[in-house]
């Protein structure tokens, strides 16, 4: 089974069918992601758009967070399905899963 999202009730459920608690920063960042499947976009990008920075924070910020958010919602958060790493650009939702 697949992982869904409700954007109206912010919920999300995992591949085995559990929900899954996620902070309001995490939801917004995987719903931007997931809307925008196959895009990349950077770390400031992200900044930008799921929190509203002009200018980001520190980069490793984003990278904690997006491995807490992996560890959340991947199968196996060390070989990542849905949130892919662009190297040397930043993040995608991969375009593969529905």
Do not use: M
Request: glycine share 6%.
């Amino acid at each position: 089974q697949l992982f869904k999202i409700n954007p109206y009730t912010r919920e999300f459920t995992n591949h085995l069918g559990n929900s899954v608690y996620l902070t309001a920063k995490e939801f917004d960042l995987l719903y931007f992601l997931f809307c925008h499947k196959g895009q990349v976009f950077t770390k400031d990008q992200l900044y930008e758009n799921v929190w509203g920075f002009h200018n980001a924070p520190e980069g490793n910020n984003l990278t904690s967070f997006i491995r807490k958010l992996r560890k959340k919602i991947e199968p196996s958060p060390d070989y990542p399905q849905y949130i892919l790493t662009v190297w040397g650009v930043g993040y995608k939702f991969n375009e593969e899963k529905p």
